[in-house]
């Protein structure tokens, strides 16, 4: 991935996490413990997987960049 990619990348993220609404919080953002090495989410289309991931992420900018966050589709587990 060359430089500008990558930076268009960042604001894209950066955009969505300040988009996104903190008023209605998924019941299981408080539940998960997000210190694990390697959380699994999934769920039905609609269900609020990426939503709950960008609150989570929304309440940690702060914080030094050392959290990682990677969504994957089906399609890009599977082939």
């Known amino acids: 991935m060359d ?14 996490i300040r988009e996104t609404d903190v008023n ?11 210190r694990d090495r390697l959380i699994q989410i999934s769920g039905s289309r609609g269900a609020g997987k990426t939503t709950m991931l960008l609150q989570q992420r929304k309440g940690l900018q702060d914080t030094p960049l050392d959290v990682r966050l990677a969504i994957l589709t089906r399609s890009a587990c599977t082939g």
């Open 24 to 34: 209605t919080e998924r019941f299981l953002l408080k539940k998960i413990d997000w």
């Open 3 to 16: 430089n500008d990619a990558y930076y268009k990348m960042l604001d894209a993220s950066a955009r969505k």
